[in-house]
């Protein structure tokens, strides 16, 4: 039977002048490439799989991640398993960094849905939601139209 790392070399492509090592095997419905451990799940007969990019920086620093970590390609290529674009990160920053994610989408706006600038005294951040930003301009505005509607309403009882 052959080793991990010769299953796992086989099943990598690397194409000249381009950085990346691309997986050209099984992949999930998210683009990352998977391959069997070696290892079987408690039942004992179904093969326990793993992220290929998992097992690259396994192959190449001899540990899996500590608990609490996962890897960030930061070549933003779900298919590449080059330990060289690995990093392990927190699944915050991990989610800061993704192109695609809604905290990264927040953190690149500049104006609010009104138009209004996300700098200066315009600029709130709620300790309960730190990855969000709100626009002060339109949160007062929001704020004294409840004051309003609840004067109303206490004078019509």
């Not at 927190?90 to 500049?110: D, Y």
Request: proline share 6%.
């Amino acid at each position: 039977m052959k080793s991990l790392r010769e299953r796992f070399e086989e099943k990598v492509e690397l194409i000249p002048f381009h950085p990346c090592w691309e997986w050209i095997a099984a992949k999930n419905r998210d683009g990352y490439g998977q391959i069997w451990d070696g290892t079987y799940r408690k039942d004992g007969r179904n093969p326990k799989m793993r992220g290929a990019h998992q097992i690259s920086y396994f192959l190449a620093f001899g540990t899996f991640l500590p608990q609490g970590l996962e890897l960030d390609h930061s070549c933003r290529n779900r298919g590449c398993v080059n330990p060289a674009h690995l990093k392990p990160v927190t699944h915050i920053q991990n989610m800061i960094n993704s192109p695609v994610s809604l905290i990264s989408k927040e953190r690149a706006k500049t104006h609010c849905a009104y138009g209004h600038p996300f700098s200066g005294d315009n600029l709130r951040i709620f300790p309960s939601r730190p990855d969000s930003r709100i626009c002060a301009r339109c949160h007062n505005g929001r704020s004294k139209l409840a004051k309003r509607r609840m004067r109303t309403l206490a004078r019509s009882l």
